[in-house]
């Protein structure tokens, strides 16, 4: 399909927020995504911030290429569709992984750890602009009566559902998480969701911690020892399964003392470099330790499930919305840590639609 084909809808362009460069954005007019063959032009509804776009933002993540436009959480309505995809009109959220397809994982059907992984939002542009152009396949449709900041959760929760699937957890576990930013608290969500017997989380950030405690949660007080509490709360044999969502050195020399013996602890957060881990405690208490990368197709798919259920109480995770033009704010916003615990852009304001390029900066 081509781009003068979209163009029955649409304009030939459209606002975008362009990274540029390091800790810079362009909120600019550029063309609307060409649409290939068994592709669909999808209008960005919401575009949930990450982690990930913080590095990109500072330069530091190994493969983003300036410009780029990113946004890989990715919430829209189908406005050119695809042969054999959703209709026009459809709300999706969107798999934004992409795969070479001819390595051994994906020989074995694991695209999701793919040995050149790409994703959508990094490597090629992403939802942060008016439209974005998508293969059919990566479309997965949402009820359009869920409340479209819980259905713009589904990447994120796509990724908790993951690793809740890898911790092994069949029902009455002690479990811990480590970090209350968006995937921790998703992570704990899915947790008690599927059984666990009692889920505590450690985190720093008062705030954060307000907000787990208040999506019913237990937490480690300001000022104790998190291994001193994991150990109170579980008479003294540590937990179940560990869930280090907040993926920083400290919490890493934490793991080994915070599990039981023979307990699993699982890798949700990713480690920007190595960091030291004592391996011999981890060998003699034959503890088990899993590695999570993303979601796979299914994951998604049960993320979707869930929040059209209704089953984790998204709806009272605390979230603000930015316009499109203010995007270099929403990521300042995310990067705060603050009670806000997920930052969305969405579409463009009318003044924004109106104005020239203009540098984010």
């Known amino acids: 399909m081509s781009i003068e084909t979209a163009a029955e809808t649409t304009s030939l362009t459209m606002g975008a927020a362009v990274w540029t460069g390091p800790d810079t954005i362009a909120y600019r007019t550029i063309p609307l995504p060409e649409v290939p063959e068994g592709w669909a032009l999808v209008r960005s509804e919401l575009t949930g911030i990450c982690g990930t776009d913080f590095s990109i933002l500072h330069g530091s993540h190994p493969r983003a290429e300036a410009p780029v436009v990113m946004g890989h959480e990715i919430t829209g309505i189908v406005e050119v569709a695809a042969p054999g995809g959703p209709a026009v009109g459809t709300r999706v959220i969107v798999e934004p992984l992409i795969h070479c397809g001819n390595c051994h994982p994906c020989r074995q059907g694991d695209t999701h750890v793919c040995r050149s992984l790409k994703l959508y939002g990094i490597d090629v542009a992403g939802s942060l602009a008016e439209y974005v152009a998508l293969p059919a396949e990566t479309l997965i449709p949402i009820n359009s009566g869920v409340p479209v900041q819980e259905a713009a959760l589904a990447e994120p929760l796509a990724v908790a559902v993951h690793a809740v699937s890898r911790s092994g957890l069949r029902g009455g576990e002690r479990v811990v998480v480590f970090g209350a930013g968006p995937i921790g608290i998703l992570t704990a969500l899915v947790a008690r969701h599927e059984g666990a017997g009692s889920v505590l989380i450690s985190e720093p950030s008062e705030e954060r911690r307000k907000v787990a405690e208040e999506l019913g949660f237990d937490t480690v007080p300001t000022g104790s020892d998190p291994v001193a509490a994991v150990l109170d709360a579980t008479g003294g044999d540590g937990a179940d399964i560990v869930f280090d969502s907040a993926a920083h050195p400290s919490v890493a020399a934490l793991l080994p003392k915070a599990v039981r013996v023979l307990g699993t602890i699982v890798l949700v957060g990713v480690y920007k470099k190595p960091v030291e881990v004592d391996l011999q405690a981890l060998t003699f208490a034959e503890n088990t330790v899993v590695g999570v990368r993303v979601y796979t197709r299914a994951d998604v798919e049960r993320a979707v499930e869930l929040i059209e259920g209704g089953n984790l109480g998204l709806g009272r995770i ?29 579409p463009a304001t009318a003044t924004a639609a109106a104005a020239p390029g203009k540098e984010e900066a």
Do not use: R, Y
């Open 318 to 346: 605390p979230v603000e919305v930015f316009p499109l033009d203010q995007t270099l704010a929403a990521l300042t916003k995310a990067m705060t840590a603050g009670a806000v615990l997920k930052v969305f852009v969405g």
